[in-house]
Nanobody, 115 residues
Framework: QVQLVESGGGLVQPGGSLRLSCAASGIAASLYTRDWYRQAPGKQRDLVASITSGLSTNYADSVKGRFTISRDNAKNTVYLQMNSLKPENTDVYFC?????????WGKGTQVTVSS
């Protein structure tokens, strides 16, 4: 059974930093692209960042220069380092990967940026 488990969310002041982690089990996650998405209540889920098995990265324009995605294949884990956080970054962040026709999602972790 494939599981993606996020951690690292929380409450942070504007300008602060958080590091999200997503541990995968039941899948050789090192073979696949890993992504982070965000979703606000009642809105669609949007891509924040992705990293391929070859370590190519892609970011949403709104987070370029502030967020960094990385992966540790030995730990089957992907990370999202979020710096210079803004109130508009407040959302639930989801980990995602895809294997063939199958997509897998974590349950999400809440990030709240507020003073």
């Amino acid at each position: 059974q494939v599981q993606l488990v996020e951690s690292g969310g929380g409450l942070v002041q504007p300008g602060g930093s958080l590091r999200l982690s997503c541990a995968a089990s039941g899948i050789a996650a090192s073979l696949y692209t890993r992504d982070w998405y965000r979703q606000a209540p009642g809105k669609q889920r949007d891509l924040v960042a992705s990293i391929t098995s070859g370590l190519s990265t892609n970011y949403a324009d709104s987070v370029k220069g502030r967020f960094t995605i990385s992966r540790d294949n030995a730990k089957n884990t992907v990370y999202l380092q979020m710096n210079s956080l803004k109130p508009e970054n407040t959302d639930v962040y989801f980990c995602h990967t895809k294997r063939g026709q199958y997509e897998y999602w974590g349950k999400g972790t809440q990030v709240t940026v507020s003073s």
